[in-house]
Nanobody, 114 residues
Framework: VQLVEHGGGLVQPGGPLRLSCIAS????????MAWFRQAPGKERELVAS???????TYGSSVKGRATISRDSAKNTVYLEINTATPEDSAVYSC?????????WGQGTQVTVSS
């Protein structure tokens, strides 16, 4: 399974951050779909995850601002963070786990700056 993230780049502070992750395989059979991020000098952290039945989990730094969603017909997982701040700047990666091990995208850089 190959994953390709889209939507990175420069985001205005206070604006929305929107990313998509297109999978080459059927995402409806994945146990977990998730977004992680890693900023320079920091450990990788979970941003948001969604289980097969749709239960979602969010990292404390984005709780209340982030939404993870999916479109199984398009094999795409989305992430939206409202009111982005410079602290949201990082490389964002999507991950799908089908039970045989996680698959990762290559990551996309997001910079929140005016």
């Amino acid at each position: 399974v190959q994953l390709v993230e889209h939507g990175g780049g420069l985001v205005q502070p206070g604006g929305p951050l929107r990313l998509s992750c297109i999978a080459s395989g059927d995402i409806s059979s994945a146990y977990v779909m998730a977004w992680f991020r890693q900023a320079p000098g920091k450990e990788r952290e979970l941003v948001a995850s969604m289980g097969r039945v749709g239960i979602t989990t969010y990292g404390s730094s984005v709780k209340g601002r982030a939404t993870i969603s999916r479109d199984s017909a398009k094999n795409t997982v989305y992430l939206e963070i409202n009111t982005a701040t410079p602290e949201d700047s990082a490389v964002y990666s999507c991950m799908l786990n089908y039970g045989t091990g996680p698959y990762w995208g290559q990551g996309t850089q997001v910079t929140v700056s005016s």
